[in-house]
Every structure is written in C-alpha cells, then in structure tokens.
C-alpha cells in the first residue's frame, strides 16, 4: 500500500505540473497572437510611412481658388489658452473675408467670455446640462448664421496653436486633393514632464503609423479630435446623426462607408497642447480603448459587405480598431521577457524576438526630434502607468472579471469577455471623461 500511495502522489503532482503547463501556455499562445498581430500590423506601416508623398517630388502649389472656411474652437474650461489660440486663428494670412471663426465656450469663467466677446468672432455659450464634445458641435452647427455659405469646417481646440499660413496652406492643399476631409499634422507643444513626452512620441508614432504609413498606400489616414478639415455640407449633415460622446471614430465610420478619402497634411501644423499628468493619460486611455471598441461592434455587420466589394478602406479601419493599445501591448511584452524565462525558456525566445520587431517599429515611426536624452526612459515609462494603474485598483478588477464571467453565464461569452477587458477603468473615471468634451 504504501509504494502505491506514493506512486499516486508522484502522478497526481505530475497531472498537477501538466495542467499548470497547458494553462501559461495557452495564455503564452493568446498573448503572443493578440501581441504579434499589432506587431505585424505597426511594423507594416511605420516601414510604409517612410516613403512619404513629399518625397516622391509632390510639391505644394498655390490655388487660385480660395475656400471659405468657418473654423470651429471647441473651448471646455481652457481659460488659460483659449484667448492666444483664438489670436493664432485671427492672425491668419489667408484673405479675411474668406474665414470665420466661432468659438464654444463650455463652462468657462465669465471673464474669459467677456474678452472673446470682443473679439471679432461669433461666441456661443451652450448651456447644456450633459455637454459632450459631439452635443456641442451639434449645437454649434445649429447656431451658426444662416446667412453665410462655407464651404469648410476646421476643427480646432481651446488649447491649439497655428502658424500665420496655417489657412492658406490647408486651402491649398485641400483643393488640389479634392477630398472631403483632411487631417493636418498634430505636434506636441510642450514636453516638460514624463507624461507629455510620452504623449508626444505617442502621438507622432500615430501620425507616422496611422496617417502617414497609411496614405502613401492609398489608404485613409485616422483622425484627431483636432486639426481637421471636412466638407461643410458633408459634415453639417453627418454630425447630427453622431451618437456616441466623442464624435471622432464615428465620423471615421461614416467617412469610409460614404467612400471619402481621408487625407493627411503632413507640412501642415497644429501645435497642441496634450496631456501632462499621469491621472489623465489613464482617463484619455481608458476612453479611447472604450471609443475603440464600441467603433469595431457598432461597423462589425459590415465587414462581409467590405470584404465583396474590396473595401479596403473600411476593412483597415476595423483591423485598426481590433488592434490593442500600445501601452497595454508594451506591459504584456515586458512581463513575459522577464517572467517566462524563469518558468519555461523556450516559451520566452519569442517574446524576445517580438520585442526587438516592437522597438524596431516605433524606432522607425518616431521622428528625430524626439529621440533626445530622454527617449529610453520615456519608453519605459509607458508600461510603469500600466502597473501603476493595475495596482491602484485592485478592487475595481477583480469585480470586472467576477462581472464579466457572471456575463458570460447570463449573456453568452461576448458580453463577459467585453466586461473583463475593461480592466483598466473604473465606471467613474469613464463617466468624468463622458462629460469632458474637449
């Protein structure tokens, strides 16, 4: 009895060690497929990105015909540069009359209203008791003079800042493309703290990966909420119909379903001011992955449809949208370089090999600008926010994941697993950032 007692014992430690080792390596497997296809995805087009229009001799001619443009700030409690980013628009070189601005002011000190009234603009103060960025411009559109024809919106920040030719340049540019819609290129003002430098090369990877990479294919560039440029008739129509928020993935929605070729200006840009604090990259996070993915679930049903018409613009809009976030994707690959090793060696390979395809992608999107003497610790400091905020909500995880397979028993598997993929933010943080337009 004893032998046998013991031989049961090694085998049940051994059916123990089997199990443990099936389930890392079906995590190692789903991780490093979720992982590889961003990968894959970004190195594509940070290569592609390399060979921009500007290079191949394309240069910028002056139209003899000249757009009227009704420029839009979208101004929420930005007392503090809202005024010099209006004086940047004012200060236009392009022919005066051939412009206006129109500022929406949202819950701004009564002041700061008093010295735009003076200014030669048309100032409207919604009053709306849930503003989001997409009732604002809603409203805006509602309230603009009747009496004048556009032939442009512009689509600009409280917080931006133009060079003098901005208008002029984007008049140019934009009739000789002959699209609807254009988005100019987005730069950081300033990167005086870990948080806006990450955001600065973040922000100019996307340019380089999702604008740049993109149109020297053929292919639409994405959006910022700033920056662009859209046909006034177009867009006069298409806003009202916007329900979520933030109006941006929709409107790229309804842009690759009416066939308009989103075009990106490189040469021409909007100088802005982006997030400087750790609290509110999370929150900025937090509602792009939920702006995401509500984008993919909502455009899903026409895939089959893109994919019988080879309708590659929206087909890559919905790979786009399928793909993880960079900080996110940065975390996963750093915690299994160093934790795999330790457990099972040749599960680890590659993920080292992964790693240097991810350094080797951003390498090549980021511009020399940016590559200063802090561009490793700006790097390593893209994963630190993720632990960092994994570890500062423990609470709100564990009820995710618990809501999340309690999902799955209720509402089927997709519900739970959209559930425990919102790890990251707490219901707070996603309703402040709801109401936060700007």
């Known amino acids: 009895m004893p032998p046998r007692t013991e031989a049961n014992g090694r085998h049940a430690k051994q059916n123990t060690l089997t199990s443990d080792m099936t389930l890392i390596e079906i995590i190692d497997i789903v991780c490093f497929t979720i992982v590889a296809f961003a990968t894959a995805y970004m190195l594509f087009f940070a290569v592609c990105s390399m060979w921009s229009r500007d290079e191949k001799g394309e240069t910028q001619q002056k ?26 628009i004012l200060g236009q070189s392009y022919v005066q009359r051939q412009f206006d601005v129109t500022v929406i002011s ?24 849930d503003a989001t960025r997409t009732k604002l411009l809603q409203y805006a559109m509602l309230h603009l003079p009747r009496f004048k024809q556009y032939d442009v919106v512009l689509l600009l920040n409280g917080n931006d800042l133009v060079d003098t030719d901005y208008i002029e340049r984007l008049n140019n540019t934009y009739v000789s493309s002959g699209t609807k819609c254009m988005q100019t290129h987005v730069v950081s003002r300033r990167r005086d703290t870990p948080v806006a430098r990450l955001e600065a090369v973040a922000g100019e990877i996307n340019n380089s990966i999702f604008r740049r990479g993109h149109v020297a294919i053929g292919l639409s560039a994405s959006l910022c909420n700033t920056g662009v440029a859209y046909d006034f008739d177009w867009f006069n129509q298409a806003i009202m119909k916007v329900a979520n928020p933030d109006e941006q993935k929709e409107m790229e929605a309804m842009l690759m379903r009416d066939h308009i070729f ?33 984008a993919f679930m909502s455009n899903m049903r026409y895939l089959p449809s ?22 996110t994707m940065m975390a996963i690959v750093m915690l299994m370089d160093v934790t795999l090793g330790f457990v099972f060696f040749s599960l680890v390979i590659k993920w080292w090999a992964i790693s240097a395809l991810v350094l080797l992608a951003f390498a090549i999107a980021t511009p020399n600008y940016l590559v200063d003497e802090h561009w490793d610790n700006t790097f390593l400091h893209a994963p630190l926010l993720v632990y960092k905020r994994f570890l500062r909500k423990p609470v709100q995880i564990t009820k ?18 959209r559930n425990i993929l919102h790890l990251g933010s707490s219901s707070a943080d996603e309703e402040s950032e709801e109401q936060r337009p700007g």
């Open 63 to 88: 139209q003899k015909q000249q757009l009227r443009f009704i420029v839009v700030v979208l101004a929420h409690r930005q007392d503090r540069t809202v005024i010099q980013t209006v004086n940047s």
């Open 106 to 129: 949202d819950h701004q000190r009564e002041m700061t209203n008093m010295r735009l009234a003076q200014l030669p603009v048309t100032l409207i103060t919604p009053n709306l008791k």
């Open 262 to 294: 989103i075009d990106y200006a490189e040469n021409i840009h909007v100088f802005d001011e982006k997030t400087r604090h750790e609290h509110d990259f999370s929150q900025t996070r937090s509602t792009w992955v939920r702006q995401q993915r509500l």
């Open 306 to 327: 893109a994919l019988l018409r080879r309708d590659y613009d929206l087909i890559d809009k919905l790979l786009q949208w399928l793909l993880i976030p960079r900080t």
């Open 400 to 417: 995710n994941i618990q809501d999340g397979y309690s999902a799955m028993a209720v509402s089927g598997w997709l519900g739970g697993i």
